[in-house]
């Protein structure tokens, strides 16, 4: 059934005061942390409106269709591989989710390490290090951070 078992009450003595079965015990139990596991009102109307929890709504249904029936009339060339493909929006970047993916993890901006003094591509142009190792340093040795007036080189 569940991982509840059944309930033995004694008194100060040791004398056995009362006992619940196993089904009492978990109704004891569900009772008491109800608010554990329900939803507040407001969430259920999250929920409800979001369409994600109730698979067989006509809402849930009929907004999986219309996403369906949308055409892919867009032609778009891959940011990151220049690849062409058909999608539903004009807006559209990359021709699939591993293009953007890549694209947003390669170095593009060119900073210089604020202790080795190396220059370096990096993710974010905010960077103001090459390597945790250089940063360790820096912290290790008691400099001050060093000021957001970073010169960047390149984009």
């Not at 196993?22 to 009772?31: D, G, N, T």
């Not at 990151?80 to 989710?97: A, H, R």
């Not at 905010?126 to 945790?132: G, H, K, T, W």
């Amino acid at each position: 059934m569940s991982g509840i078992f059944p309930i033995k009450i004694y008194d100060a003595e040791g004398k056995l005061k009362k006992t619940y079965d196993q089904k009492e015990a978990v109704e004891i139990y569900e009772k008491n942390n109800k608010h554990i596991w329900t939803l507040t009102e407001t969430e259920k109307r999250y929920w409800k409106g979001l369409g994600a929890w109730d698979k067989d709504s006509s809402s849930y249904t009929a907004n999986i269709k219309a996403r369906e029936a949308r055409p892919f009339k867009y032609e778009i060339e891959c940011n990151f591989c220049g690849k062409k493909s058909m999608k539903q929006s004009e807006t559209s970047k990359y021709c699939d989710n591993n293009c953007r993916a890549r694209y947003h993890q390669v170095p593009r901006h060119k900073i210089i390490c604020q202790t080795c003094q190396q220059e370096t591509m990096m993710r974010k142009k905010s960077a103001l290090y090459c390597s945790r190792s250089c940063q360790a340093k820096r912290y290790r040795i008691g400099e001050p951070y060093p000021k957001k007036d970073v010169i960047l080189l390149a984009k």
